[in-house]
């Protein structure tokens, strides 16, 4: 029997005149991520995206998990197709869904008839289909609320589609409708997350990591880049930019007080993140920042570093605690990577007894020990890129 998926696009159909334009980025999403899978053809009417194989090396059940990992996707099913023909249908629903049918006690038929011309109403339909299945399978009863099994019948201008329930896809917006963005990626729980969180806004991501060798080895280098692997599934191609940030901890280490350290060094982390984000035409910084959850986040600290920002920041953690974020952080497999008992450059210099309220005009003062124009300079010139895609 030849099978379709049906994908629905959610939140896009709100899009008005633009929702076109979306829906392309959509598509062209979802031929990058199921390249490696088979051919597919892809087709769209009504806020569905309706994608088939063009050969027969096209896998479409593993093209459906794939699916489930792009954003744009509201929900997806993998269909039987019919000709829409009342008593074919019923027979599909019946061959198709047996497997689902036999190890069911209760059902129920939805139906949604795109079709007008087609001669029967969706209550018809699923009068017509349940009556039938109930005869075909004798052990089963009708549930309208809580069914073991939703029978869906789809009527669509070029066919008849039957399948179970869809699966919740990942929603939001396709990644790249929303501009770019530069990710500030640590190697903790956090930053992960955030990142994760704003391409779900639809933002395409660059990653830009802080390593300071030799306090930080390359295990912690690996780590970030496995992250920024893991991220790349549902956000496509990233480009990791890895920063030798010693010299400017050194340099702080040796100039300025000591509880100001955390501040200072996360002030230096912002100007190079907003020149090389400029550079590379992002839009945007993205933070794994959550209000107060450390000394560096509290409302005076974030002040202080979004201070000698250029470009606006984005913080989608900052209202969340820490539960929230590691339960997304398991869900999209990063919380055993960002786990890994491996330092960064943030854990390495951390002082006894960090200042909460920091004053910005202290800071400013304790900076001018520094060369700030030329550290700055300096740790740009030796940017290391890895590119992570999918």
């Known amino acids: 029997m030849k099978e379709i998926i049906l994908l629905k696009n959610g ?10 334009s979306f829906e392309d980025v959509l598509i062209r999403n979802l031929k990058r991520r199921l390249k490696s899978i088979g051919e597919f053809r892809f087709s769209r009417a009504q806020s569905t995206v309706m994608i088939e194989g063009a050969d027969e090396g ?19 099913s993998v269909a039987g197709v019919c000709e829409k023909d009342l008593a074919v249908i019923k027979e599909t629903a019946a061959r198709y869904l047996e497997k689902e049918l036999l190890a069911a006690k209760t059902f129920r038929v939805s139906a949604k008839r795109s079709d007008k011309r087609f001669p029967y109403t969706s209550p018809q339909i699923c009068e017509e289909v349940g009556g039938y299945l109930l005869d075909r399978y004798p052990h089963l009863s009708v549930d309208l609320h809580t069914p073991d099994l939703n029978v869906m019948v789809e009527v ?16 939001g917006l396709p990644v790249g409708t929303s501009g770019r963005a530069l990710l500030l990626l640590s190697g903790g729980i956090d930053s992960p997350v955030a990142g994760y969180m704003m391409a779900k806004r639809g933002l395409s991501l660059n990653a830009l990591h802080f390593a300071s060798p030799p ?46 350290y955390t501040i200072i ?29 450390v000394a560096s986040q509290t409302l005076g600290a974030l002040r202080c570093t979004e201070a000698v920002c250029t470009l606006p920041v984005l913080r989608p953690l ?10 997304i952080s398991r869900q999209i497999g990063a919380f055993e990577t960002s786990t890994l008992p491996y330092e960064d450059c943030c854990t390495v210099f951390t002082p006894r007894h960090p200042r909460t309220r920091p004053e910005l ?30």
């Open 318 to 327: 900052i209202g969340m605690d820490k539960e929230e974020i590691i339960r």
């Open 361 to 390: 005009a202290r800071v400013e003062a304790a900076e001018a020990n520094l060369d700030v124009e030329g550290l700055t300079a300096r740790a740009l010139e030796r940017i290391e890129r890895i590119r992570n895609t999918l």
């Open 215 to 260: 306090y930080t080895g390359e295990r912690a280098k690996q780590k970030v880049i496995d992250l920024a692997q893991i991220l790349a599934q549902y956000c496509g191609h990233i480009t990791l930019n890895v920063v030798h940030f010693t010299e400017i901890q050194e340099a702080i280490g040796d100039h300025c007080p000591e509880e100001l």
């Open 265 to 293: 060094m996360r002030r230096f982390m912002m100007r190079i993140a907003c020149r090389l984000a400029e550079s590379i035409e992002c839009g945007g910084l993205v933070t794994g920042e959550s209000l107060a959850q």
């Open 11 to 20: 939140e896009m159909a709100l899009k008005g005149l633009n929702r076109g």
């Open 156 to 171: 669509r201008d070029f066919g008849a589609y039957i399948h179970g329930p869809q699966q919740a896809g990942p929603g």
């Open 58 to 76: 096209a896998d479409l059940r593993e093209a459906a998990a794939q699916i489930g990992k792009v954003f744009g996707v509201a929900a997806y």
